[in-house]
Antibody, heavy 116, light 110 residues
């Protein structure tokens, strides 16, 4: 059974860097595409970016200058960094396995609050 | 990469059918046969209900169905059940390994 688990700080100060890791079990990260998706409180889903095990990435255009997604195949993990965060980056962050067709497995989500 | 347009809310009585629309552009919904739909209950992660416009993953009840015409995709839930009450999001592949979600629709079962 494929499982994804997000981990990282729940509170980040404005202007600092948000860092999250997604640990994958039940599947090899060396297949499929792996994405980060976020949901501000009370709002809709927003795709942030994806990575393939080879290291190929793409990011939502409006976030591209602040987002980095990386992969560690030895740990079956992939990670998200968002720099220069503001209150607008406060959200539940999900990691998900996907393909062009859609996202079939999701983590439970982790709330990250940006506040001083 | 603007969000796809969904109605904010829809409602129906048990046993009835409801349809949720999802309107994009020729750069996303209209340009690819890769529309997916997600169900999200409060406090839970989204669950894939439909992919490739109309395919259901194993375990998804067959009273969920999807379709597409031009730049608009639709999710139809027939024989509404109380447990279908949730938020629903559409998502479309938008080319160059990017995806875009709809704003979400709250389904109320009366």
């Amino acid at each position: 059974q494929v499982q994804l688990q997000e981990s990282g700080p729940g509170l980040v100060k404005p202007s600092e860097t948000l860092s999250l890791t997604c640990t994958v079990s039940g599947a090899s990260i060396s297949s499929n595409y792996w994405s980060w998706i976020r949901q501000p409180p009370g709002k809709g889903l927003e795709w942030i970016g994806y990575i393939y095990y080879s290291g190929d990435t793409n990011y939502k255009s409006s976030l591209k200058s602040r987002v980095t997604i990386s992969v560690d195949t030895s740990k079956n993990q992939f990670s998200l960094k968002v720099s220069s965060v503001t209150a607008a980056d406060t959200a539940v962050y999900y990691c998900a396995r996907g393909s062009i067709a859609g996202f079939d497995y999701w983590g439970q989500g982790t709330l990250v609050t940006v506040s001083s | 990469q603007s969000a796809l347009t969904q109605p904010r809310s829809v409602s129906g009585s048990p046993g009835q059918s409801v349809t949720i629309s999802c309107t994009g552009t020729s750069s996303d919904v209209g340009g690819y046969n890769y529309v997916s739909w997600y169900q999200q209950h409060p406090g839970k992660a989204p669950k894939l209900m439909i992919y490739d416009i109309s395919k259901r993953p194993s375990g998804v009840p067959d009273h969920f169905s999807g379709s597409k015409s031009g730049n608009t995709a639709s999710l139809t839930i027939s024989g509404l059940q109380a447990e279908d009450e949730a938020d629903y999001y559409c998502c479309s592949y938008a080319g160059s390994y990017s995806w875009v979600f709809g704003g979400g629709t709250k389904l109320t079962v009366l």
